[in-house]
């Protein structure tokens, strides 16, 4: 019962997420971030096997890090995605896989494009406008189809919001009462 | 006795010196010549050939494979050529180990190599040689030439101590200190790439030995961006286009118009 979502728009991307950390039917936590800041102009939201999901995230964030000071600048959305899909791949392919779907947003500095991909566990990689995970992607997928909607229609209490444009990642706040 | 430190790539001399990669460092000073000139437009890259002679069958350099003679310049991906000075053999085998470095890059990241990095691939296995033991040196010197994203177009330079460096201009192989001052005096910041072809043949013409160039003794190479895909576009000329190249720029042979007055 998670839910994540993405957009684009012109030179950004938005993401956001559901703060819940349950088990079974009880919630035990509705202030969980499950959105990364991979970097200073990338973002990654994740969801899935509760740590799988934790571990997989700090194993991309740490060598993403290592990379960026490797090479002395950060990989590109498009490269970053690969690699983070490839992972996905070859951990699927072991005795022991991650069972994790992320939103990948970033903004490419090379070109200065906004950036989305969607990847589920099966190592499944697109290069979407917006995307969504869990059981809200069945509400807002047809939601986004038509076009973005200024309004979410799930009930979940709280959503962390998160942009990356042009001068970098930043969190904003969602008010929730409309 | 110092020459008992020659034979040991790996012991440093009394005087805190690797003999092996000096002398590795002095075979490519022998060399035949290697220039880079970085444009804002391009990077270009020109080679004299050692290997020459009137039974050398070039057949196969007229139309096939990408261009070149492959003797000085390689292509190592789309993105980035390279021109070698030193042992041609030691020179393939960095040449294969960079392609499937690139490759390896490309299969991961889906996105070509950048070019420092696979400068840094290949001068981590050549430093290699410098520290772990019995090993001789790669005796080859290396210009790369390439683009990317992150940092457009670029020349590095790298030697058999694994050093390498970014440059506007330079020069490796014979006559290399010639070759630079001439660079350093002609070189002009955001030059075109049309003039830093003709600033490699005029330093190319005055650094070899022979009097006349032709496209027996010279390899030639760009490296440009597409103007309508905005991809690299590498481009090593064959022996034909070098000699054309060459009658552009008035350096080549005139034997046409010499053979009709004698």
């Not at chain 1, 349950?22 to 990654?44: P, V």
């Not at chain 1, 566990?121 to 997928?141: E, I, K, M, N, R």
């Not at chain 2, 494979?65 to 390279?82: C, P």
Request: glycine fraction near 8%; charged fraction near 25%.
């Amino acid at each position: 019962m998670e839910v994540s979502f993405a957009i684009t728009g012109k030179g950004y991307v938005i993401l956001a997420a559901d703060q819940n950390a349950a088990r079974s039917i009880i919630k035990m936590k509705a202030d969980e971030d499950k959105i990364k800041a991979l970097g200073s102009h990338l973002l990654m939201a994740y969801s899935g096997e509760p740590g799988d999901t934790v571990q997989f995230a700090e194993y991309v964030e740490r060598n993403l890090r290592l990379q960026q000071m490797r090479n002395n600048h950060p990989l590109r959305p498009q490269a970053a995605a690969s690699w983070v899909r490839r992972s996905i791949a070859d951990s699927l392919r072991s005795r022991s896989p991650y069972a994790v779907n992320i939103l990948l947003g970033g903004y490419d500095m090379a070109n200065k494009q906004a950036k989305l991909y969607w990847m589920d566990y099966l190592g499944t990689q697109v290069d979407v406008p917006f995307a969504a995970h869990g059981y809200g992607s069945y509400f807002a997928l047809s939601l986004l189809d038509r076009e973005v909607q200024k309004r979410l229609v799930i009930s979940f209490p709280s959503f962390k919001v998160k942009v990356v444009d042009e001068g970098g990642v930043r969190e904003v706040e969602l008010d929730m009462t409309v | 006795m110092a020459r008992r430190y020659d034979s040991r790539t790996t012991i440093f001399s009394p005087e805190g010196r690797l003999y092996q990669i000096e002398y590795a460092m002095e075979a490519i000073s022998h060399a035949g010549t290697v220039l880079g000139v970085l444009a804002s437009d391009g990077v270009v890259l020109a080679a004299e050939k050692k290997v020459t002679g009137k039974l050398l069958d070039l057949s196969v350099t007229k139309d096939g494979g990408y261009g070149g003679s492959g003797e000085k310049i390689y292509l190592l991906t789309d993105n980035v050529v390279v021109g070698v000075a030193g042992l041609t053999a030691d020179a393939n085998s960095l040449v294969n180990y960079a392609r499937t470095a690139a490759q390896r890059h490309l299969f991961t990241f889906n996105e070509d190599i950048p070019v420092e990095q696979l400068a840094q691939r290949l001068c981590d296995l050549k430093q290699g040689y410098t520290q772990y033991g019995g090993l001789r040196p790669f005796g080859v010197s290396l210009l790369y030439a390439g683009w990317d994203p992150y940092y457009q177009f670029q020349l590095y330079l790298s030697d058999p101590s694994g050093n390498y460096s970014g440059w506007k201009a330079t020069c490796i192989g014979a006559n290399n200190g010639t070759a630079q001052s001439l660079l350093k005096q002609e070189y002009k910041e955001d030059i075109k790439v049309e003039d830093a072809i003709g600033l490699v043949m005029k330093v190319m013409s005055k650094t070899m030995d022979s009097t006349t160039l032709g496209s027996e003794k010279l390899e030639f190479a760009t490296l440009t961006l597409d103007p309508t895909t905005k991809k690299p576009k590498a481009k090593i000329y064959r022996p034909a286009e070098v000699d054309a190249l060459l009658q552009k720029h008035d350096l080549g042979k005139k034997e046409d118009t010499e053979m009709k007055t004698s």
